[in-house]
């Protein structure tokens, strides 16, 4: 079995007690059939510090944003074209919409989210995509900005099976964190059951969302496993299927040629 994270903040783990460091929770992902990881940022001096403390290695790559709930901390989309070239970066974002937690600087959130599409286009790059409270804004600027010319994924999805199917309709990829597996989110099962195999994803976005069992304890890669168990169970498929579905979609949607055992 060989699994991907799909999106994991791996600069903000914890590195004082949990891990001895990016090598060890590399390590612990493995144990658990975890062999690649997507680390995400949210910030552009972020992505830089957290490019350097990971360094080049084989069974990472970066994506290159800045975060809707970040952009009066630093947002120059010039430099987001320049650090986003990198052969090392394979997207673009997490990028997005969020009225759930901010929504006064709406028309800022948009007009960032647009740059990343426009900037993924012409780098064919794809779009890690961020929606909370903003379905109706975050399909309109998809299609007005032609999204299908350079694809993406909406990530930590958390939305209705009828924004499920318009994400399809529009050639995106969707994927599933922890949340999946918490009590009470039946519309994200229902959501999860009618994505297709050949367009699903799963992640941690580590070192949040923690799924069952390991509740309680801070995210991480190895967990990426425990979202691949409950997704086998809720489509009635084995979880070889799961990793093997994820993994080559991961692939397909980032351009990447992962070396498998």
Same mark, same amino acid.
């Given at each position: 079995?060989?699994?991907?994270?799909?999106?994991?903040?791996? !600069?903000?783990?914890?590195?004082?007690?949990?891990?001895?460091?990016? !090598?060890?929770?590399?390590?612990?992902?493995?144990?658990?059939?975890?062999?690649?990881?997507?680390?995400?940022?949210?910030?552009?001096?972020? &992505?830089?510090?957290?490019?350097?403390?990971?360094?080049?290695? !084989?069974?990472?790559?970066?994506?290159?944003g800045?975060?809707?709930?970040?952009?009066?901390?630093?947002?120059? &989309? !010039?430099?987001?074209?320049?650090?986003?070239?990198?052969?090392?970066?394979?997207?673009?974002?997490?990028?997005?919409?969020?009225?759930h937690?901010?929504?006064?600087?709406?028309?800022?959130?948009?007009?960032?989210?647009?740059?990343? /599409?426009?900037?993924?286009?012409?780098?064919?790059?794809?779009v /890690?995509?961020?929606?909370?409270?903003?379905?109706?804004?975050?399909? #309109?600027?998809?299609?007005?900005?032609?999204?299908?010319?350079?694809?993406?994924?909406?990530?930590?999805?958390?939305?209705?099976?009828?924004?499920?199917?318009?994400?399809?309709?529009?050639?995106?990829?969707?994927?599933?964190?922890?949340?999946?597996?918490?009590?009470?989110? #039946?519309?994200?099962?229902?959501?999860?059951?009618?994505?297709?195999?050949?367009?699903?994803?799963?992640?941690?976005?580590?070192?949040?969302?923690?799924?069952?069992?390991?509740?309680?304890?801070?995210? #991480?890669?190895?967990?990426?496993r425990a979202?691949?168990?409950?997704?086998?169970?809720?489509?009635?498929?084995?979880?070889?299927? /799961?990793?093997?579905?994820?993994?080559?979609?991961?692939?397909?949607?980032?351009?990447?040629?992962?070396?498998?055992?």
């Amino acid at each position: 079995m060989f699994l991907v994270d799909s999106h994991c903040h791996l !600069d903000c783990l914890n590195y004082n007690n949990k891990h001895k460091d990016i !090598d060890d929770v590399i390590a612990k992902a493995a144990a658990n059939k975890v062999e690649y990881i997507l680390a995400v940022a949210t910030t552009l001096p972020g &992505f830089v510090s957290m490019k350097k403390k990971i360094g080049k290695r !084989d069974n990472v790559s970066f994506s290159c944003g800045i975060h809707p709930l970040d952009l009066n901390r630093y947002s120059d &989309f !010039d430099q987001l074209a320049c650090l986003a070239s990198s052969s090392e970066v394979v997207a673009l974002g997490e990028t997005g919409l969020d009225y759930h937690y901010q929504s006064d600087n709406a028309k800022l959130q948009q007009i960032s989210f647009r740059q990343h /599409i426009r900037i993924g286009c012409q780098l064919n790059k794809p779009v /890690i995509i961020h929606t909370r409270k903003a379905q109706q804004d975050t399909l #309109e600027i998809l299609k007005e900005e032609q999204i299908g010319d350079c694809g993406g994924v909406l990530h930590c999805f958390t939305e209705d099976d009828n924004m499920a199917k318009a994400l399809l309709d529009l050639g995106l990829y969707i994927s599933f964190s922890g949340i999946v597996t918490f009590n009470n989110v #039946e519309q994200i099962r229902q959501a999860a059951r009618i994505v297709p195999l050949d367009r699903i994803l799963i992640e941690t976005d580590a070192p949040y969302l923690t799924p069952v069992p390991h509740r309680g304890q801070e995210n #991480e890669p190895a967990y990426v496993r425990a979202v691949a168990k409950f997704l086998a169970k809720l489509k009635g498929v084995d979880v070889e299927e /799961i990793a093997r579905a994820t993994t080559q979609n991961f692939c397909d949607v980032f351009h990447l040629t992962i070396k498998r055992n």
